[in-house]
């Protein structure tokens, strides 16, 4: 039996192959903007794609779907709109119909929105948006590698987003607009509002500029400005410091935030390839020295948006109905 999960991300597109070995690969944003990479080529120089039995795929917001949901019955590849938060570079896209003309059965997962019908109500009354698919993913990686039921999730990288799990199910989550920051997103303060007001930047460019960068003064290409941060952090540099430090400030309050509207927390789930990041910089350590008086911390790796969307269709193909709470389309 071959699964494989696909986990589009900010900074390149992975993939995770179940057989009888586990094997995983990148490709970056930049290769496939340019057409330099197919990732179905990619694919195959690793696993016979007439031998998947199934494959799980997430894809930007994935806010047009409620459901896990066969790739042939997805509209407009489970999106809404293209346009708003997060920045489109169309590598995603490309891969996303490559995968859709290929043949190779296929699920996609949706996001967490305000029609995702295991949220917490209030959550869904506060919030339109609240995580973009492969965090689905990443939760269900945490929840079989831990067994916890009970758990706050947060995926930390080019964007922090903070999930709450319930007895199995997801209740609420924090989307990175609205939360902490990551490397390069954050929430949008008064001045960017402002800004976007007197016409200075659109919206999504705030966006893209409001996490850990605005502070270290660092822009550049995506895949390069957390490198750049951790650069001037180990070369004393008083700015980068200060952006980390702020950056762990506003995960540890997100974290608390939740923590304070459940009654049970079995552990804290830290992810993402800052949030699971000890060298060079001990940023998990950081984290965990500020949040373990309220649960057990555990560390999974940055790969575990693309292992849990093979996760998914593995489970799916056996048969599961619901992934944490989220029913699955036949």
């Keep these: 039996m071959v699964f494989v999960g696909m986990d589009h991300g900010t900074t390149g597109v992975s993939f995770t192959i179940l057989d009888d070995e586990t094997t995983h690969f990148k490709i970056l944003r930049e290769d496939l903007s340019a057409g330099k990479v197919s990732a179905l080529k990619e694919l195959s120089k690793r696993v016979d794609l007439n031998s998947i039995d199934l494959m799980a795929i997430t894809y930007a917001m994935g806010d047009a779907l409620k459901a896990v949901t066969p ?52 959550f869904k009354a506060a ?25 706050i999730v947060s995926d930390i990288s080019s964007n922090t987003v903070t999930m709450l799990i319930e007895h199995g199910i997801i209740k609420g989550a924090m989307d990175a607009c609205i939360g902490a920051m990551g490397t390069i997103h954050g929430p949008l303060d008064l001045k960017m509002i402002r800004d976007i007001d007197d ?46 430090d702020t950056m762990v400030m506003t995960i540890v309050m997100e974290i608390y935030g939740l923590a304070g509207i459940t009654e049970k927390i079995d552990g804290i789930i830290l992810t993402g390839s800052t949030g699971s990041m000890q060298e060079p910089i001990d940023i998990f350590g950081a984290l965990k020295k500020q949040v373990e008086c309220i649960a057990p911390v555990v560390r999974i790796g940055e790969r575990s948006g693309s292992v849990g969307s093979a996760q998914i269709a593995r489970d799916v193909f056996e048969g599961e109905k619901d992934i944490l709470g989220i029913p699955v389309v036949k």
């Design 71 to 122: 790739i042939e019955k997805v509209k407009n590849r489970g999106i809404k709109s293209m346009e708003g938060a997060g920045k489109v570079t169309g590598g995603g896209t490309a891969v996303y119909d490559e995968i859709e003309n290929s043949g190779i059965p296929t699920v996609v997962i949706p996001g967490i929105h305000d029609e995702t019908t295991c949220l917490d109500e209030r």
């Design 127 to 151: 919030y339109s948006h609240h995580a973009s698919s492969e965090k689905v993913s990443i939760c269900y990686n945490a929840f079989l590698e831990t067994g916890f039921k009970n758990m």
């Design 199 to 244: 016409g200075v930047r659109t919206a999504n460019e705030c966006f893209s500029r409001a996490g850990a960068v605005k502070i270290a003064d660092v822009y550049g290409k995506v895949s390069h400005m957390k490198d750049e941060i951790i650069k001037n952090y180990l070369n004393g540099d008083k700015k980068a410091k200060i952006a980390v």
